[in-house]
């Protein structure tokens, strides 16, 4: 039985770690992975095609980055044209942000022992496969397996990241990727996005990047940024996105305190800005006296 495979490319570490075990499942069973099977030069979209005329079932390594791929219906639908199973196997996703018609069969959760067991079941029940394998074992090890993998995948993205949003801050390059900052804070990394936005002039990026942390409701950082920002324009333009989210409720004490702290920053046409954008918006600002600064 040859088992194909579908997942992400950023994913390879995980797909090759479930390769790994699923292999010692039966010596009847194959697993196919298309990053192991494109050369230099190959033409991937006929040898998906290929592989799935050869393989006799698909399985979809469902994760955040999976289920954005525009592929990943083609290569299932590929299968299920030619009625052959499928497997969906879920991480760090819920089902319902999976392609609808998969919703149809139990999924496997790759964080949950008795998941994967199931799964290596299935496939030697349903592929005829002969097998010594204890599938209990070999599914605990599974589980632990991929989440090494998880972890080296993170900190290699992480990296990779980092270096993106380095460039992103340089002049004349494109808009600071909002995407990939919330990746970089959500696993930790917001101290080095901090240090590295430190080593920059460019107030544009600057006022970007601070937009992007408030959204997040990263306030030190934003008044960190605010304070670097040069450019007055651009800071009123943090101020402005401080009313915004006062606006729709977003921690409104922390972004009436955001909002006045950058007037106090910046010159009287900038006030005045805030001001009217304070009017305009239904909020209400206890904007500091004159000689309050």
Not at 5 to 30: F, N, P, T
Not at 147 to 167: H, I, T
Not at 271 to 289: F, K, T, Y
Request: proline letters at 3%.
């Amino acid at each position: 039985m040859e088992l194909f495979i579908s997942h992400a490319q950023v994913d390879i570490e995980v797909a090759h770690a479930l390769q790994l075990r699923l292999d010692e499942v039966s010596d009847d069973l194959r697993c196919f992975l298309l990053a192991d099977a494109v050369f230099a030069g190959d033409n991937w979209e006929e040898r998906i095609k290929s592989a799935a005329a050869t393989c006799d079932a698909i399985l979809c390594l469902a994760t955040p980055d999976y289920v954005s791929r525009p592929w990943f219906a083609a290569e299932w639908a590929l299968f299920w044209f030619q009625d052959k199973p499928w497997y969906l196997a879920l991480h760090d996703v819920t089902l319902e942000k999976v392609f609808e018609p998969l919703h149809r069969r139990q999924a496997i959760d790759l964080t949950d022992r008795r998941s994967v067991e199931r799964l290596m079941r299935s496939l030697i029940e349903h592929g005829g496969l002969a097998s010594t394998a204890a599938p209990d074992l070999l599914a605990a090890e599974t589980v632990a397996a991929i989440r090494q993998a998880v972890d080296r995948s993170r900190v290699a993205r992480a990296e990779s990241d980092l270096a993106r949003f380095m460039v992103s801050l340089q002049r004349g390059t494109d808009n600071v990727d909002s995407e990939l900052v919330a990746r970089l804070v959500s696993i930790g990394r917001l101290p080095k996005v901090m240090e590295l936005a430190a080593t920059v002039d460019n107030s544009v990026a600057l006022r970007q990047l601070a937009v992007i942390l408030l959204s997040l409701g990263e306030f030190d950082a934003v008044e960190q940024l605010a304070a670097r920002t040069e450019n007055r324009a651009e800071r009123r333009t943090i101020g402005l996105a401080a009313l915004d989210a006062l606006a729709r409720g977003f921690e409104p004490a922390r972004s009436a305190s955001l909002a006045r702290a950058i007037y106090s920053t910046v010159r009287a046409p900038q006030r005045r800005d805030l001001r009217q954008a304070a009017d305009e918006r239904g909020v209400d600002v206890d904007w500091p006296e004159e000689e309050d600064w």
